[in-house]
DNA sequence: TGGGGTTAT
DNA sequence: ATAACCC
């Protein structure tokens, strides 16, 4: 079930968007009013669908790539490849070896940098915002846009005979993907299709899932989705990170966090906003519960935050000092361990000089106005767990 | 299983 | 801070 849109995830028609060429694209929703006015409210929204996006970069960037089985490496994963390599067996996740075998000539290049993928994600939706600013982003690959003003406001202009002549095509929704939990549970529950979860007892999956994800998921099922598209806007965080087989000495882990934190910093340079939040995520390894994850975080000290648009170098020492404190505060560094993962994430993020003193937001906004700032400091232990 | 993201609890 | 979801 997917999660966000009843919209089709991987295309109705088959191969993904192979005939529409490079993006699938579908009207989710249509269907004008009635000139009577009856009938729920249409809403036209397109949901754009890049397939094999990184893939597609990687042949923008080097031309000669076009044409050949090419596949893009994450550590030893294929995490997309592009037509050619899928006609010759390679699938989405594939491990090397496996795609390999495959497909001997199976080009690889390493895709583990997302830069040039999340830059050229950004235009995509920087150009759909061209049409609506209504944009949501999901991933790097898929855009939803509100297209319903656009379309009212030009059939206005259509004369009656053109209107009338005018077909608009539907939407297909596809049954397939639950959330890997939620699946589990409803299983357990005997439901396994849509067709079963449309006609479960509602009653019971409330009890079972809690009325607000039951409610929604059963609507899904019938191909019902009337949450709004919301604009993505900039980005909430900006992390980097990194898996290894194994990493298992504080100088390890410091010398991965610079590297996490050195690209960080450029990418917020860039930005403009400031992070007042910083925390750190590891994995630990272990044979079972392999996806999770521990992290801490703690606030920016703010002359850190001031000094962040200028050089970096002057914050990446006191930076890295925090956050081998917050990996401390996790990791017993006195006993032996086995990471598999690091991660940094900036987030919390304000664009500067939002500091609306003397303006009358600042005393109508709670989080601004003097009793919450005697509050500071309660704020501040809620959010750390370093001593200060 | 990568290297990202978001929202809810 | 974690858990769940998305790609």
């Keep these: 079930m997917e999660q966000r849109r009843a919209g089709p995830a991987e295309e109705a028609g088959g191969d993904e968007a192979a005939e529409a060429g490079e993006a699938g694209c579908s009207p989710a929703a249509a269907a004008p009013e009635e000139p009577g006015g009856l009938g729920p409210p249409a809403r036209v929204i397109v949901h754009v669908d890049l397939d094999c996006f990184y893939a597609q970069v990687e042949m923008i960037s080097n031309p000669e790539l076009k044409g050949k089985p090419l596949g893009v490496q994450q550590k030893y994963l294929v995490v997309t490849c592009n037509y050619e390599a899928r006609k010759l067996g390679v699938k989405k996740l594939m491990n090397v070896r496996d795609a390999k075998e495959k497909c001997p000539q199976l080009v690889l290049v390493n895709g583990e940098d997302l830069t040039r993928y999340r830059e050229m994600s950004y235009k995509v939706t920087e150009l759909l915002e061209e049409f609506s600013p209504v944009v949501e982003r999901l991933g790097f690959d898929e855009n939803f846009v509100d297209l319903t003003e656009m379309v009212e406001k030009r059939l206005q202009q259509l004369q009656s005979d053109e209107l009338s002549a005018l077909t608009v095509s539907g939407h297909v929704y596809n049954n397939q993907c639950i959330g890997y939990k939620t699946a589990k549970r409803l299983e357990a529950l005997g439901i396994s299709s849509v067709y079963d979860l449309q006609t479960f007892s509602s009653k019971i999956l409330e009890k079972e899932l809690g009325i607000s994800v039951a409610q929604r998921i059963q609507k899904l099922s019938f191909g019902e989705d009337n949450s709004p598209v919301t604009p993505s806007g900039p980005p909430q965080s900006f992390s980097e990170e990194d898996s290894f087989k194994k990493c298992s000495s504080e100088v390890e882990v410091k010398n991965k966090i610079e590297?996490?934190?050195?690209?960080?910093?450029?990418?917020?340079?860039?930005?403009?906003?400031?992070?007042?939040?910083?925390?750190?995520?590891?994995?630990?390894?272990?044979?079972?519960?392999?996806?999770?994850?521990?992290?801490?975080?703690?606030?920016?000290?703010?002359?850190?935050?001031?000094?962040?648009?200028?050089?970096?170098?002057?914050?990446?020492?006191?930076?890295?000092?925090?956050?081998?404190?917050?990996?401390?505060?996790?990791?017993?560094?006195?006993?032996?361990?086995?990471?598999?993962?690091?991660?940094?994430?900036?987030?919390?993020?304000?664009?500067?000089?939002?500091?609306?003193?003397?303006?009358?937001?600042?005393?109508?906004?709670?989080?601004?106005?003097t009793t919450s700032r005697s509050g500071k400091r309660s704020f501040k232990m809620k959010d750390s767990h370093m001593e200060d």
């Design 259 to 369: 590297e996490l934190l050195a690209s960080l910093l450029n990418r917020v340079c860039q930005d403009g906003r400031k992070p007042h939040t910083i925390r750190l995520i590891i994995r630990r390894y272990s044979s079972e519960n392999h996806c999770s994850r521990e992290s801490r975080q703690c606030p920016i000290p703010s002359h850190i935050i001031q000094k962040l648009g200028t050089g970096n170098c002057d914050v990446i020492t006191p930076m890295v000092d925090i956050l081998m404190k917050l990996f401390r505060n996790m990791v017993n560094v006195k006993m032996p361990f086995h990471l598999t993962l690091l991660s940094v994430c900036l987030c919390n993020l304000k664009a500067l000089n939002t500091s609306k003193k003397g303006t009358i937001d600042y005393y109508l906004t709670p989080s601004l106005s």
